[in-house]
């Protein structure tokens, strides 16, 4: 009886044992479970080093985002391109243009004769000089007889549907004579741009009649003159047709014109220098001259009066 009474207590306290061993294990296993779950500390500090990670690698481009937003850098090439695309606007006036290269062939300053055809003020040009009869002085300009044969006949590219008809020009010839012609007749083909055909005693101030062809410069002048400007009208002119020629200007005339109504109407120049109003506008009215230089005179109280030279009391200025 005595060692069975002894027996339980060693039982229980055997289960007691293992009940605190089993609770033990339980607790610690409890433990690490909650360790190692996905919500558990360990995880939180790791997303937050993912997260630290993340943003970093969201910041990091950010140095080398100045690089990408140092493209406005590549735009400065643009902007340095920009005054090389300039550069030959401020440049191109600096180069010499052909004419300017040749010391005998001046070029006119800008606009200082705006209607000048191809005969332009402070240019000279090269050619050559031919001689004929030129009789009483009178050609295809018809200007009619004068006692000054100091006369040329241009060639058609120049003469240029009369345009040239009137103009003084200064001629040189290699020997370093020169005289001074104004143009009253044209010159046909075989005269080549540049070529006039003298007067006998024109090209006599130049050379030998028998030299026949010399090289010669040329140039246009606006010579002093105490003479104005004389105007006609054409044979069979009246009110309802007419042709108007300009006579004695001392700039070549480049345009004439008539009023009409309100304004001005302008008139077309022949190869014959009259300048035509086919329906009789401005016939017998007043005109307005103008010449290459732009320079205008209008003259009042004409009347039609064919074949007549009617002087007026105005003049072109010397330029």
Known sequence: MV?????????????????TVAVAAVALLVSLMVALRPGGEPDTVRTATGTAT?????????????????????????????????????????????????????????????????????????GVATHYDAEDGDGACLYGPSPDLMVA?????????????????????????????????????????????????????LAGLSAGRIPITWSLL??????????RYKT??????????????????ARLEVRSGGGWSRL?????NYFLSPDGTGCGGSLRLTDIYGEQLTVDGIAVRPDTVQPTRVQFTRR
């Open 153 to 205: 006949a241009m060639n058609h590219a120049d003469y240029e549907t009369s345009q040239a008809c009137g103009a003084y020009l200064l001629v040189r010839a290699a020997s370093g004579a020169s005289v001074t012609v104004r143009i009253t007749n044209e010159c046909p083909l075989p005269c080549a741009p540049g070529q006039l055909d003298l007067s006998k005693e024109a090209f006599a101030k």
């Open 236 to 253: 069979g002119s009246s009110r309802h047709w007419c042709g108007i020629q300009a006579l004695g200007h001392r700039n070549p005339l």
């Open 222 to 231: 606006s010579p002093g003159t105490s003479d104005t400007v004389s105007v």
């Open 54 to 126: 993340a943003t970093a690698p969201s910041a990091s481009p950010t140095p080398h985002r100045p690089a990408t937003a140092a493209k406005p850098a590549t735009a400065s090439p643009t902007a340095r391109r920009t005054p090389a695309t300039k550069a030959p606007a401020t440049t191109a006036p600096v180069r010499p243009s052909p004419a300017a290269t040749r010391p005998s062939a001046p070029r006119p300053a800008s606009g200082a004769a705006p209607l000048a055809g191809r005969i332009k003020p402070g240019t000279t040009y090269d």
């Open 268 to 272: 077309t120049r022949t190869e014959y």
């Open 3 to 19: 060692s069975a009474s002894h027996r339980r207590p060693l039982r229980k306290r055997r289960t007691a044992l293992v009940w």
